[in-house]
Nanobody, 115 residues
Framework: QVRLVESGGGLVQPGGSLRLSCAAS????????MVWYRQAPGKQREFVAS???????SGADSVEGRFTISRDNAKNTVTLQMDSLKSEDTAVYYC?????????WGSGIQVAVSS
């Protein structure tokens, strides 16, 4: 069993920054890819960024150059640094991973970008 807990969300003005963290606990040995998704009101959940066990990253076009994903394997944590935030980044952000064929999701954390 794997537990994912997101933190770091909140309200920020356009152009500001936030840092989200996803802490994994439980039977986490063997976790490879960890992914951030988001879901805006009235929209489908969408991919934001991912990082594999070797540090290889991928990101959505909409966040390219603004968001950076990183991981600390010693702390079992994945971080999403979000800069130059826009109103369209407002969403609930979720962390996701897989282990032994089972997927796990965090409960999500709210990010609101508004003046």
């Amino acid at each position: 069993q794997v537990r994912l807990v997101e933190s770091g969300g909140g309200l920020v003005q356009p152009g500001g920054s936030l840092r989200l963290s996803c802490a994994a606990s439980g039977s986490i040995s063997g976790i490879n890819v960890m992914v951030w998704y988001r879901q805006a009101p009235g929209k489908q959940r969408e991919f934001v960024a991912s990082i594999d066990g070797n540090g290889g990253t991928s990101g959505a076009d909409s966040v390219e150059g603004r968001f950076t994903i990183s991981r600390d394997n010693a702390k079992n944590t994945v971080t999403l640094q979000m800069d130059s935030l826009k109103s369209e980044d407002t969403a609930v952000y979720y962390c996701r991973t897989w282990l032994d064929g089972t997927e796990y999701w965090g409960s999500g954390i709210q990010v609101a970008v508004s003046s």
